[in-house]
């Protein structure tokens, strides 16, 4: 191709490399949108379900069905749920950080009158004096209590390695990493409801927490900031590589 006394033929190799290349930073680029765009559903039903009234969890529960597909037609709505405290048999959620420190969430299982236990979120606690070797004992309230949150579906990794979790049954309360439903319920005796309620932030008979740190630390608009350097990033190597193959005819 020649242009105004210059000449532009880059080889063949340098070709594929730039449409690879240029592919790559762009479908980087398409993910941060995406992502963005998520954050910005999700932020949108945050507030659109803060304005709702609280419902009664139980009654929630027993609308939809009673499998382990996640139940997404809860999720982030506010609840109330009222049943016995089951203290004894708590899960700490590992490698859980709060604030650069390293800890665990405590879920605290709440039986219904129906016998359904349904985890709560009470927050985050630091590991205790001996390490992971001893894990904390946080305390619980006792008795009946009602209390109220967020619905949310089971944390999962960024990356499950391996297969089926084995059925960890060893002391009180149990340290779990990421768990499925499957290796939750396995715990208990009773049916286990196949989310979390996270509870509200003003309750004192919780930990440290704050449900939408995330969201604050990474925004929509950070999202779309890194997907236009990526976009950015394309036809700057688009360019180079125009100028590195643009030659003057001789």
């Keep these: 191709m020649r242009v105004r006394g210059y000449r532009f033929a880059p080889p063949v190799w340098g070709v594929l490399v730039l449409l690879v290349v240029a592919g790559a930073l762009c479908t980087l680029g398409v993910w941060q949108m995406q992502r963005g765009e998520t954050k910005a559903a999700i932020l949108a039903q945050h507030q659109a ?13 027993s609308d939809v069905a009673t499998d382990d597909v996640q139940r997404e037609s809860l999720y982030d709505h506010r609840y109330r749920v009222a049943g016995r405290v089951d203290g004894a048999h708590q899960i700490l ?46 305390g619980a309230p006792e008795g009946r209590v009602e209390m109220t949150g ?9 990356l499950r390695l391996g297969g089926e979790h084995a059925c960890e049954q060893q002391g009180w309360p149990r340290v779990l990493n990421f768990p499925e439903v499957a290796q939750v319920r396995c715990q208990y005796a ?26 604050k630390r990474m925004p929509p608009v950070r999202h779309y900031g890194y997907a236009l350097q990526w976009f950015a990033m394309a036809i700057a190597v688009a360019v180079i590589f125009v100028v590195v193959n643009l030659k003057p005819n001789r």
């Design 49 to 61: 379900a803060g304005k709702a009234e609280v419902r009664p969890l139980a009654a929630a529960l």
């Design 190 to 215: 009773s049916p286990v409801a196949n989310g979390l309620l996270l509870l509200d932030e003003n309750d004192s008979r919780g930990f440290a927490r704050d449900w939408q740190a995330q969201l």
């Design 150 to 158: 967020r619905w949310r579906s089971l944390p999962q990794p960024g």
């Design 93 to 138: 959620f590992d490698n859980q950080v709060f604030d650069g420190r390293i800890g665990y969430r405590v879920w605290t299982p709440l039986v219904l009158d129906n016998d359904m236990r349904v985890l709560v979120d009470r927050g985050w606690v630091p590991l205790g004096p001996g390490g992971r070797a001893s894990p904390p004992d946080p």
